[in-house]
């Protein structure tokens, strides 16, 4: 296993000893092992409206830091160009 591996394995074991230890939920372990016990459990979504609803502000974010990438890329650019300026000796700071 690799060091990363490692890292995210020692995370998710201390995420999972949080849960009982600090919080007081029971962990019901990995639910990839448990499928006769899935179909007694119900998950409880919110309604449509509120998903809906959820979903454009989660798009709308998503627009907004592709548009901050993009601005900052540009800047970037920019930034590079001057230094070039600076370095070659074309712009002079006087």
Request: aromatic share 6%; no cysteine; hydrophobic share 40%.
């Amino acid at each position: 296993m690799s060091t990363v591996g490692q890292i995210e394995r020692k995370t998710q074991a201390r995420v999972v000893k949080l849960f009982p230890d600090q919080l007081g939920y029971d962990y019901l372990g990995d639910w990839t092992d448990r499928r006769e016990e899935r179909a007694h459990y119900s998950i409880a979504l919110p309604p449509l409206p509120e998903q809906t609803a959820i979903a454009v502000v989660l798009s709308d974010i998503d627009a907004e830091l592709a548009a901050l990438e993009q601005r900052l890329a540009k800047t970037r650019a920019l930034k590079q160009g001057m230094v070039q300026e600076l370095l070659t000796g074309r712009t002079r700071l006087i």
